[in-house]
């Protein structure tokens, strides 16, 4: 059974770079990782997705390891904005026909000027 | 666009009463679900929906129930209210199963039981 694993929260400062790190051992062979953000009275909202090695979009870069047992997501040059919960998000294959999302509880960054 | 709608957005219930949510998508999604989010405890998913006319436990499905008569719309019911279900809960829907398409929330309904 997969298992999700992030810091509860990290702190930071306008102009760094963020790396958060999920560990999620006994992922499914076929599934991805995605990581999700959330401001207060938001519902989350996708950043990024990935499979292996790394994917970077407008927004974010994720880097996945080739055991694919963690991945890092990293948000550069982090402005007040980005104050949010982000969550990684992972398939765990099914259950019979119950599809199996193994979600973590999410690391609560807060940006500082 | 509207994507994700929920309504109500807020709600107080007495224990022991019935009441049902809905959630609206407009971007012709076959996937559905729905999560319940408490302090601490991250998501959890409730129920979810493959397609019109189906749907499938999650992994804290007991006390709810749900019913996807249209491809655009995902109902939650809660049978008989038990403050243990004072949360708040987002509907999501996707173009495939989660771990593979991103999903899309709603906003959120905030659901008190008394």
């Known amino acids: 059974l997969a298992k999700t694993t992030q810091p509860i929260s990290m702190d930071s400062y306008e102009g760094q770079e963020v790396n958060i790190t999920c560990s999620h051992n006994n992922i499914a062979t076929n599934d991805y990782i995605t990581w999700y953000q959330q401001f207060p009275s938001q519902g989350p909202r996708f950043i990024i997705q990935?499979?292996?090695?790394?994917v970077t979009n407008e927004v974010a870069s994720l880097f996945i390891p080739a055991d694919r047992k963690s991945s890092t997501l990293s948000l550069p040059r982090v402005s007040l904005s980005d104050t949010a919960v982000y969550y990684c998000l992972v398939g765990d294959g099914w259950a019979g026909n119950n599809r199996k999302l193994i979600w973590g509880l999410g690391t609560s960054l807060a940006v500082n000027p | 666009n509207a994507g994700v709608t929920q309504t109500p957005k807020f709600r107080v219930l007495k224990t022991g009463q019935s009441m049902t949510l809905l959630c609206a998508q407009d971007m012709n999604h076959e996937y559905m679900y729905w999560y319940r989010q408490d302090p601490g405890m991250g998501l959890r998913l409730i129920h979810y929906?493959?397609?019109?006319?189906?749907?499938a436990k999650g992994e804290v499905p007991d006390g709810y129930n749900v019913s996807r008569l249209k491809k655009q719309n995902f109902l939650l019911g809660l049978e008989s209210a038990a403050p243990s279900q004072t949360s708040v809960y987002f509907c999501a829907s996707s173009s495939s199963t989660g771990g593979l398409q991103p999903q899309h929330f709603g906003d959120g309904t905030r659901l008190s039981i008394l």
């Open positions: 990935g499979y292996k090695t790394k």
């Open positions: 929906s493959v397609g019109e006319g189906t749907t």
